[in-house]
């Protein structure tokens, strides 16, 4: 099986994105931005939720009109990034749950290091979304996919800002069956594993740690 890239090109979200990449950017607009990219984004990453038909009574006449079909979502933000991206989805979805994944990178070694899970109790009835601003490497994203998929989710998704080339193909290849949201595929990892042009560090640009 293929993966399904879906490369999000929308004006606004593009707009948003050269905003973030600004070095001139503080925290606070940046966590504004991320929570807003992430929002239209998950517009997008929810457009296979399936509806069914209801009928409301208008202040005119009877409308057969829809809702969505009952499907139960969970968003899963790697940490510490990740929980940049909440607020603008639960804006969408309230009645998601979200669960935590705390992975760090090892500045070394850049392999993935888990530190935290905390999950819904109920994911194996949910479709989850996972979130984090940056797949680089790939290894933090591989590693939060195959954790979710032990509790047997109804579905995985996959939804960062920028990827590298090597990042998006390293989980196409580790899951096949995951799609991938992104709003920009970037040029390549410099040495240390940073995006190029990339936005630089999320975690710190999010939380103002440098
Ligand atoms: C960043 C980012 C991803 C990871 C991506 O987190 O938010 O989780 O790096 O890199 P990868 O694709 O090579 O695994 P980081 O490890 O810096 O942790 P932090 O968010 O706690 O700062
Ligand atoms: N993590 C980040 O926050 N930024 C990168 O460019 C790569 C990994």
């Known amino acids: 099986m293929e993966n399904q890239v879906y490369i999000m090109d929308h004006p606004l979200i593009q707009h948003k994105l050269s905003l973030l990449r600004d070095k ?40 057969k009109t829809k809702v969505i079909a009952g499907r139960k979502l969970a968003f899963v933000p790697i940490l510490r990034a990740g929980i940049g991206m909440v607020d603008g989805v ?3 979805v309230p009645a998601a ?6 992975l760090y990178r090892d500045p070394e070694t850049l392999k993935p290091k888990e530190y935290y899970s905390k999950l819904p109790s109920d994911i194996n009835e949910r479709e989850v979304i996972i979130l984090d601003p940056m797949l680089a490497t790939g290894g933090s994203a591989i590693a939060a996919v195959s954790t979710i998929k032990k509790h047997n989710p109804k579905s995985v998704k996959f939804m960062c800002i920028i990827a590298s080339p090597e990042g ?32 630089g560090d999320a975690g710190d640009r999010v939380f103002g740690t440098k």
Not at 46 to 63: C, G, M, N, Q, S
Not at 97 to 102: L, P, R, Y
Not at 182 to 197: F, K, S, T, W
């Open 90 to 92: 639960t804006t969408l």
């Open 24 to 63: 001139t950017t503080g925290s606070k607009e940046f966590r504004e931005l991320i929570s807003e990219v992430a929002m239209l984004m998950c517009y997008e990453a929810t457009r296979d939720l399936p509806l069914k038909e209801i009928e409301v009574e208008t202040p005119v006449a009877i409308a």
């Open 97 to 102: 749950k979200v669960g935590h994944i705390g």
């Open 168 to 199: 998006m193909k390293a989980l196409e290849e580790a899951h096949p069956d995951v799609p991938i949201y992104c709003a920009a595929m970037d040029e390549r990892l410099n040495e240390h594993g940073y995006i190029v042009p990339g936005l």
